[in-house]
């Protein structure tokens, strides 16, 4: 029975893709993977460019999987045993240094290098937007394709009611959050509770003066004076006035889905979440929503980037024609046409410059400047974490600062545990030094 | 005497009806969520059904199918769904042999080492497959079935649970029967075929609704063992749902592709509730 | 060729039984046993820093690591390791209790009995992930229900998934919610068997209903109780699920469980070393269980034939 079956499975296995393979000798296929996590008929639109993709570039066949969660999809390419499953992925550009211990990504530098203006094509891009897609050494391992950052939403009815200005600090982010907030109505919500409080907080340790990461991936800065201060303000939001607090929001932080959920309902006067939230905001909100830059520090705003790159995966068993064909579909999804379109179809910050100058993404941001604002918003951004054993050193920042938000940790406290957290990442990181 | 009877049964029957109201109000509610506008969350006041000022219909309260469209759009559900099925039968049918074969070796054969193979695979009873995550994974991948259907179903195949109970079953057939198709010229599989298994049905409806049931809800493993949506089932589709949360959860869509994916067992559940309260109490009682 | 049939025949019959156990036994040891010994083989090895490093024995480290309450692993384990205790304990502790008053309940001539055992049992058919996404929309921060039900009381708004002393409840309940028909049925069962002509005798001495109950009753369930322990508390080391989407075992580990941080942990082909060591840990309490389980119910039940 099992030998049957085992054997029913080897001639399944290597009948079918001979017998592919024979129907259609000359055609390169690539899989390619989207985790993009953003509603509906998002799958349909990237469906769309592949097709469009297919259709220009007779001889390859691009097939695309919708596979739902990043780190999922993440964790099937470098566990244990694994060949890359997978030809071209959207993945979070944070798991740069994961890809390339695992010795599973070709670095997009060796296409770059083999067109005719590399230089042109690299400068298309916002600088930020590049700065997860180099190692320390400069080269560039991934292409920007569906990139956020941490941008302030507002209810924009309510501060012209009231004749309060934007906030550009946090400072002035309290001030307006406390005047702002009413039985039914929170001030503020920052989304640091449950999951992954890490993003957030990236954005106000960058504000405060020292972001958690820069360009060595074996150096991390978790327990530096500024990622103290960005803690205590996240907490202190959160926090009572009687306890010492400012009181502008739930304690422990508002939940990432449901952040903006309560905002359109008009229960929060504003909120900080991704510039990807931004259609779905703009498309259902009864009131005119505002995008600002996010006021993280006592200084002026910060704001950390985000979202997904596009890699090229190979163990080495690809020929050249694979690999160029792989870059070419990378080339096409990263091109300003369909960034242009992807910008406004998403609500993601599209990379490249001259897409802002194309439809429909141009005459978008004339009817909603507010996309122009997260582009803009690109000058104040640092990098988003990335680092050795970016997994596990994640999963330490994540659950020490859920520790200190969700009040399990006593701000008193929140020195040592950082401290504490700072010497885990050492102990993580010393071997790669 | 009886008035007080009465009295109790009274009591009772409050008590029925209060904690049949407590346990069936997450899905009244989750039904109610799922005819919601989304643009009328709940709100205090306004929890039961979307009521707000609807200017273009002029209505107080309205419902709407629109959240089941929207889920509907965010998943190949029917490919899921097939999937979900296949798997189902896939591992029912293959259950079926193996246990069948091995459940009548160990009811009706003497043989060297018995009890020490019947320990062995009771094994599979005191470790659950599904601890054995990272192994298995592993285990798929050298097969060469990781993300495919085939790795959803293959550690599955053999059922300890199932051996025990058709053996309990099978000892129960006189073995009269059995010798009387063997004088006629039966070999083995027919005598299972026409003897013992016709004479087991009702054991097998009981395997089979435990089977179903365990299979159609996993998530834990098929999230691991399969990347590529055609061959998801529905379990994990519900889970992508649940990610799409990332720019605004929209928890009228989220209520209405919960209930498309849970409808069909509690619909069966309901067409053939005796059957199946049977069926999960015999999962226990050997 | 016909000469040879009947030692053919022979053989065959001797060779028969183990044909015919050799699929399960064969599939038991593939996706059970072998399983089990890599998992205790590879927990004590540590995977290299790149894909092409060898993994490096480090014989016992591994556990050591866990156990070590500074390391980045072992700091988080201990927490996990007594919530899970906890969850199953409570999961237990109040889930067979009304799991029996359901059974006596629904054990009476009564009207409606269809849509009552519909209401406690249906939870039993949904998926895990399907029931917790529905609790996920009753506790909700400020959109779910029960905090929306709890303003319109007047009552303050609880963060059943966010605040640390209250997220294993949650999760707890959730596990409750769908666990206790599926313990109700084994009551029910247990009910039936008990013959009525014992109560009518007890009735003639002037019991009343409670009397009954306690002093009938439960003792005569006894073994269906012992047995609904162990299998519920083995069973709420492997339900979880629901965490996927209530809370993914936040904040800071509070509400997070053994099993889960397993399938956390799979992700980084770094720990696979100690991710092989938990599930050592985890299936060696398991086993503990079961096996006690086996040695009350299952001992002679093999040699009545």
Redesign the interface.
């Known amino acids: 029975?099992?030998r049957r079956?085992?054997l029913m499975?080897?001639v399944l296995?290597c009948v079918l893709p001979v017998a592919i393979g024979i129907s259609a000798q000359d055609d390169i296929t690539l899989d390619f993977?989207f985790p993009t996590?953003?509603?509906?008929?998002i799958?349909s639109t990237i469906e769309g460019y592949v097709a469009q993709f297919n259709e220009a570039n007779p001889g390859i066949t691009v097939v695309p999987?919708?596979?739902?969660?990043y780190?999922?999809?993440?964790?099937?390419i470098?566990?244990?045993?694994?060949e890359p499953?997978?030809d071209v992925a959207v993945m979070l550009s944070t798991d740069l240094y994961?890809f390339i211990?695992?010795?599973?990504i070709v670095p997009a530098q060796s296409f770059i290098d083999t067109m005719d203006d590399p230089a042109a094509f690299v400068d298309d891009f916002f600088p930020a937007m590049l700065l997860n897609s180099r190692d320390a050494d400069g080269t560039i391992w991934s292409i920007p394709f569906q990139r956020s950052s941490v941008a302030l939403y507002y209810n924009a009815d309510l501060f012209e009611a009231e004749g309060i200005a934007v906030p550009t600090n946090t400072e002035e982010l309290i001030a307006a959050a406390q005047a702002l907030q009413t039985e039914?109505r929170?001030g503020l919500?920052i989304p640091v509770?449950?999951?992954f409080p890490t993003w957030m907080y990236q954005a106000f340790a960058a504000g405060f003066g020292q972001p958690l990461t820069a360009e060595d991936p074996s150096v991390v800065n978790f327990n530096s004076e500024a990622s103290l201060d960005a803690v205590t303000f996240l907490t202190l939001v959160g926090t009572s006035a009687e306890d010492g607090g400012y009181g502008v929001g739930?304690?422990?932080?508002?939940?990432?889905?449901?952040?903006?959920?309560?905002f359109?309902?008009g229960?929060?006067a504003m909120i900080y979440?991704?510039s990807?939230?931004l259609?779905?905001?703009l498309n259902?909100a009864?009131f005119t929503v505002g995008v600002a830059f996010a006021p993280s520090g006592p200084e002026g705003p910060a704001t950390v980037l985000g979202g997904g790159n596009m890699y090229i995966f190979d163990d080495g068993s690809k020929t050249q024609e694979e690999l160029d064909a792989a870059w070419a579909f990378v080339e096409f999804m990263s091109s300003p046409e369909i960034q242009s379109d992807w910008g406004v179809a998403s609500?993601y910050v599209a990379a490249r410059q001259s897409a802002w100058d194309m439809e429909p993404l141009a005459s978008r941001v004339e009817e909603f400047p507010q996309y122009g604002v997260t582009r803009d918003q690109l000058d104040v951004a640092v990098m988003e974490f990335s680092s050795y054993?970016s997994?596990?050193i994640d999963?330490?920042v994540n659950?020490?600062l859920?520790?200190i938000?969700?009040?399990?940790?006593p701000l008193e406290e929140a020195q040592a545990t950082l401290d504490?957290a700072q010497?885990?990442?050492d102990?993580?990181l010393d071997?790669?030094r | 005497m009886t008035s007080e009877r009465n009295r109790w049964s009274i009591v009772a029957d409050v008590l029925t009806g209060l904690l049949a109201l407590i346990w069936l109000l997450p899905l009244i509610f989750t039904i109610l969520m799922s005819l919601r506008p989304s643009n009328v969350p709940i709100t205090v006041g306004n929890i039961f059904i979307g009521c707000g000022p609807f200017e273009e219909l002029d209505v107080l309260c309205r419902f709407t199918l629109d959240n089941y469209y929207e889920a509907w759009l965010v998943a190949p559900w029917l490919q899921h769904l097939l999937t979900s099925v296949l798997v189902v039968i896939g591992v029912l049918g293959v259950q079926m042999i193996t246990m069948t074969l091995a459940g009548y070796a160990f009811a009706k054969l003497r043989f060297r080492g018995r009890g020490l193979l019947l320990g062995f695979i009771l094994l599979q009873l005191m470790i659950p497959t599904g601890v054995l995550l990272v192994q298995n994974l592993t285990l798929v991948r050298e097969l060469g079935v990781f993300d495919t259907r085939w790795a959803l179903m293959m550690p599955y195949w053999g059922t300890a649970f199932g051996v025990l109970l058709i053996r309990q079953t099978f000892r129960g057939v006189p073995t009269d029967l059995e010798e009387a198709a063997r004088i006629d010229g039966a070999n083995t599989l027919q005598i299972l075929a026409r003897v013992y298994v016709p004479l087991s049905l009702p054991t097998y409806v009981a395997f089979a609704l435990v089977s179903i049931s365990a299979r159609w809800n996993e998530f834990l493993w098929p999230f691991i063992a399969t990347r590529t949506a055609e061959v998801r089932p529905l379990t994990v589709a519900l889970n992508q749902l649940y990610q799409t949360t990332e720019v605004g959860a929209q928890y009228g869509e989220l209520m209405a592709g919960t209930l498309l994916v849970i409808a069909p067992l509690v619909v069966l559940f309901l067409l053939f509730q005796r059957r199946f309260i049977e069926s999960f109490a015999s999962s226990g009682i050997k | 060729m016909s000469e040879h049939l009947p030692e053919k025949t022979r053989n065959w019959s001797v060779l028969t039984p183990y044909l015919l156990v050799a699929p399960t036994v064969i599939l038991v040891f593939l996706f059970t046993v072998y399983p089990s010994f890599q998992t205790i083989y590879q927990s004590l090895f540590q995977p290299g820093l790149s894909r092409s490093d060898p993994p490096i024995f480090v014989g016992l480290q591994n556990y050591v690591d866990l156990f070590d309450s500074t390391h980045f692993l072992g700091s988080r384990l201990m927490l996990i390791f007594r919530n899970t205790l906890v969850f199953a304990g409570a999961t237990v502790a109040i889930s067979l209790p009304i799991a029996l008053v359901m059974a006596l309940l629904v054990n009476r001539r009564v009207r409606g009995l269809a849509l009552w055992r519909f209401s406690f049992f249906y939870p039993t058919v949904l998926p895990l992930i399907g029931a917790a996404s529905i609790w996920a929309f009753l506790y909700a921060d400020t959109v779910g229900l029960i905090n929306t039900v709890l303003r319109s009381l007047g009552l303050p708004s609880v963060n059943w998934t966010g605040d640390p002393n209250v997220v294993l409840l949650s999760v707890t309940v959730v596990n409750i919610w769908k666990q206790t028909g599926f313990y109700m049925i084994f009551y029910l069962a247990g009910l039936q068997s008990i013959p009525r002509d014992i109560y009518e005798a007890a009735a003639l001495d002037g019991a009343g209903y409670f009397q009954q109950l306690f002093r009938l009753t439960l003792p005569l369930l006894r073994r269906t109780t012992l047995f609904l322990l162990i299998v519920s508390f083995t069973y709420a080391f492997q339900t979880v699920e629901h965490l996927q989407v209530l809370n993914q075992g936040n904040p800071a580990d509070r509400g997070n469980l053994l099993l889960y941080f397993v399938f956390q942990l799979i992700g980084s082909r770094r720990n696979l070393g100690y991710v092989n060591a938990i599930t050592v840990i985890l299936v060696g309490l398991l086993l503990i269980f079961t096996i006690s389980n086996f040695l009350i119910f299952e001992r002679g039940g093999d040699d009545d034939q």
């Open positions: 029975m099992m079956t085992l499975l080897v296995v993977y996590a953003v509603d509906g008929p799958v999987s919708y596979t739902g969660s780190t999922q999809t993440r964790d099937t470098v566990a244990e045993g694994m499953i997978v994961s211990q695992e010795e599973t039914d929170a919500l509770a449950g999951g739930p304690a422990g932080g508002s939940a990432w889905g449901e952040t903006p959920t309560a359109l309902a229960q929060a979440h991704t990807g939230s259609s779905n905001l259902n009864d609500g054993d997994i596990n999963g330490i659950s020490t859920s520790g938000l969700s009040g399990e940790v504490t010497a885990q990442i102990g993580l071997a790669y």
